[in-house]
């Protein structure tokens, strides 16, 4: 079996205190939620056993660039990510790298009164120019906005000029797993503690604390990510509040 329980797995409508088991039975197949997936509950039984024989973690990938790579790589995974292509290592500027000067950067958004509709039109401005850049360089990087919500993507995809409307894709994390662009926007969209929880997706793996919707939306990008939302809100999460705190700021004034 090959698979990776630090990012997300099957979508389950039920919610998670539904879907909780207890009882020693369960305990020893270490099954505490339905909703777990086969893959996950066999690595934790493996763990559990003590047995190290059974698992080997594959540490070479080929997708992200070592600068995009490296929060996950230390937060997610211990540290034991490593780049395999030699492109993954260099030092190039990128066509837009007086804009966005890092290739993890995050960009604090504070909007009290409409937070969502702030994050929507610097998103999509920050797409346009970034594909304009891009073009203007004759590479055509390719370029995905995540945020949580349809309603968000769908008010973001409006916002385009149409003719990009086709080129940039907008979607949210479920549905870009297993899928990958140069550039990746990831907007939170959220404006309080209660939306927070929406899109917050924690697990605990060997002691270590994973969101895996953060997880995924960070390794989708190859090139660049940018992470867009509301410190205020963010730094309720520990694996976000770790982000602000790892990743470079850039500040509004600089993407417009």
């Known amino acids: ?20 088991v207890r009882g020693e039975a369960f305990e020893q197949i270490s099954m505490s939620s ?7 509950r066999l690595i934790r039984c493996a763990e559990q056993r003590g047995d190290q024989s059974s698992t080997a973690m594959l540490t070479m990938q080929g997708r992200m660039h070592k600068d995009v790579m490296a929060f996950v790589s230390e937060t997610f995974y211990g540290g034991l990510l490593k780049p395999i292509a030699d492109w993954q290592r260099m030092d190039e500027p990128l066509p837009w790298s007086k804009i966005l ?5 995050f960009v604090p958004l504070e909007s009290p009164l409409d937070q969502a509709n702030t994050e929507a039109h ?24 995540i945020t949580p919500f349809r309603v968000q993507n769908n008010a973001i995809s409006g916002l385009l ?14 549905r870009f797993q297993g899928s990958e662009r140069d550039v990746i926007l990831y907007g939170t969209c959220v404006g309080s503690p209660i939306e927070l929880e929406s ?29 867009l939302g ?25 993407t417009t």
Do not use: W
């Open 101 to 105: 000067p890092h290739r993890a950067v």
């Open 1 to 20: 079996l090959m698979g990776d329980h630090c990012q997300l797995p099957a979508v389950v409508t039920q919610k998670p205190e539904s879907l909780i």
């Open 161 to 174: 000029p149409e003719h990009l409307r086709a080129v940039i894709t907008v979607d949210t994390v479920e």
């Open 230 to 254: 509301s410190p205020s809100v963010l730094n309720r999460s520990k694996a976000y509040t770790k982000a602000l705190f790892l990743l470079p700021s850039l500040y509004l004034q600089q």
């Open 122 to 145: 610097v998103l999509a401005q920050l797409a346009v120019t970034l594909h304009d850049l891009s073009h203007r360089s004759q590479q055509d990087f390719s370029i995905g906005i």
């Open 199 to 227: 899109i917050v997706s924690e697990t605990e793996v060997r002691g270590v604390l994973i969101d895996r919707k953060l997880n995924v939306a960070m390794t989708r990008a190859r090139q660049q990510f940018v992470l």
């Open 34 to 40: 339905l909703g777990m997936s086969a893959f996950e």
